[in-house]
């Protein structure tokens, strides 16, 4: 992963995962996008970060290893400047519409 790209992951941001997924003999990309909740370990090579998402009024976590050769591209589509927490385990209560609320810039 590009250092840019890894500095921007941070919690609070919104992310899109493509990931490849190989089915039979064919690949294809999915793609993925939440809001990170949690980054743990740094860079190193068990680093992981957690994003969540709200399918269908269901909540839904993926956890990604960073150096996954599984993930094709990680699309950073908002990152905040500032956040009081590292791990946001408390957007888990929320509604879709109330973590907009939270997560807004001032």
Do not use: C, N
Not at 56 to 68: A, D, L, T, Y
Not at 73 to 99: A, E, M, N, Q, T
């Amino acid at each position: 992963m590009e250092e840019l790209i890894l500095k921007k992951i941070k919690p609070g941001a919104k992310v899109r995962v493509w990931e490849r997924i190989k089915e039979g003999e064919k690949e294809r990309q999915s793609a993925f996008e939440g809001i990170v909740i949690a980054r743990k370990h740094g860079k190193e090579a068990g680093g992981t970060f957690t994003v969540r998402a709200v399918l269908q009024e269901v909540g839904v976590e993926k956890v990604f290893p960073i150096h996954s050769p599984v993930i094709a591209k990680i699309d950073v589509l908002f990152s905040p400047k500032k956040v009081h927490r590292s791990k946001l385990y408390y957007l888990r209560g929320f509604s879709s519409r109330k973590i907009k609320e939270r997560l807004k810039t001032k």
